[in-house]
């Protein structure tokens, strides 16, 4: 793509080489008719030199196609009528010949350059129009401002062959980058306080040397941008350049919009969040705390009354509820911090102790002494947050011991660019189409009379993503669910592991 006007390609403008062309049809129109002198009457000679004012029309400028006309008229009085060699002309009737030659000439000349300026300003305009089309597309794919720039600034190099430059509106207000030419920033600010183009041409700011043109689309201005070099005739460039502001502006609104939308649904999300936890507080955290409160009031009141059995009792049960609290605080404090993006603390990690470290916790839970692990030696390490991964890995063994009343095997194993942790159990499995569903916060099994709520598998598969991996569940034949953890290893591993 070239810059291209009009008059650049119209007739008008006269080039160099012009004058030689004209003077090689009239010498080569002269010759002709010389050549033809004995045999041909003088009409027909007047044709030859016709025939080089179309050729003239058709390829030259106005200017020299109406020297080719003032010159075929000159130089077949000169040559051809009587007296010939000479300026005069003897008869009327040849007089009248010229004058009417010559007048043809000149109309030919004229309409040729007229069909000439409309041929280029068609071809001109249907290139304007696929670029157009080409940077609505472009625009289109744009997903941030700077991307809306760099076109901007590419098709308006290419439409116009005087400098450009283009500014975007910052959340200041103000103009970014600033223009490099002095006084560019004080037309581009003007441009944009007044919402409309100016500069030459267009009635406003008339002194300018340049186009000022705001990127604006209804009220909305996203920035302006700055066409040099411009001519105040210049109108259909001045229209080409407005439509590709539009456009621009267009684009910068849609970018606006699209990010005003994206930060609500934030806030919306967020609100969410905090609306679905305090459900969820003013709902799971009451019982244990009722129970709790419940059990320590009848021991301050009434410790006297109360056999050391029951004593025992309250005092395991304010143990346990205080337990199951304390796991749910965990549990919600650590959704809602990776719901809200929260800080990752990554570091190279051996899986083999992480699950040696938690399993160490699990089984002091573990009356039954019903906890296996399957964990192959050699494995490599992986980037993880170990207090997370060792908390999900909790919930899963916490379920599995909650859900299932027979051994539980916890196995480690390596696939492909992952690394699986799987906890199967022999419980009662998920039910069919819940495979999703229990992922989600505050999901509960509908058959579930155990205690919980719902926001364990949540977490863990909150942690899992965090981690860029997921967290799946399988059936396992012969009854019972495999849950597994499945995270990344990287293939650079740290020295010490590669070596
Ligand atoms: P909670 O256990 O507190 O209900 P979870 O998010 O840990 O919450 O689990 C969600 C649901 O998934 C549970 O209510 C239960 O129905 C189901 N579930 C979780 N783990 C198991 C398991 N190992 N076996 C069978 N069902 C399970």
Known sequence: ????????????????????VVAGLLAA?????????????????????????????????????????????TLLNFFFIAPRFTLQVDSRENLVALFTMLTVALVISHLGTALRRETATARLNERRARELQQLAGELAAAARPEQVLVLARRFLGHSFPGPCSVALLGPDGQLAPPGQASGMDDGMRACIREA??????????????????PLRADTHIGGAACVQGVASSDHEGREHAQAICALLGQALWRLRLAADMHASEEQAHWHRTQNTFLAAISHDFRTPLAAIMGAASSLQ??????????????????????????????????????????????????????????????????????????????????????VLIAQALENLLDN?????????????????????VAVHDRGPGIAAGAELAIFEPFRRGDQDATRGAGLGLAVCQAIAR???GELTVRSREGGGSSFVLAIPVEADQPAAVAT
């Open 1 to 20: 793509m070239n810059p291209e006007t009009v008059a650049d390609t119209v007739p008008g403008a006269r080039r160099p080489h012009d004058g030689w």
């Open 29 to 73: 129109a002269t010759l002709a008719c010389f050549a033809l002198d004995d045999h041909v009457s003088l009409t027909s000679r007047a044709m030859v030199f016709m025939l080089a004012v179309v050729v003239a029309a058709y390829k030259l400028p106005w200017v020299a196609s109406a020297a080719c006309a003032v010159g075929s008229a």
């Open 196 to 213: 409309a183009t100016l500069g030459p041409g267009t009635g406003r700011w008339p002194g300018l040397n340049a186009w000022y043109l």
């Open 301 to 386: 009141t009434q410790r006297d009354k109360l056999s050391p059995a029951e004593q025992e009792r309250l005092t395991a049960s304010i143990a346990n509820e205080a337990g199951h609290l304390s796991t749910l605080t965990e549990n919600t404090l650590q959704l809602a911090r990776l719901q809200n993006r929260g800080e990752l603390h990554l570091d190279w990690q051996s899986m083999e102790e992480l699950v040696g470290a938690v399993l160490a916790r699990v089984r002091q839970r573990d009356a039954g002494r019903r906890i296996r692990s399957k964990v192959p030696s050699g494995l490599p390490l992986v980037k993880a947050d170990p």
């Open 400 to 420: 599995a011991l909650k859900y299932s009343t027979q051994g539980i095997e916890l196995e480690v194993t390596l696939a492909g660019p992952r690394m699986e």
């Open 466 to 468: 965090a981690h860029g």
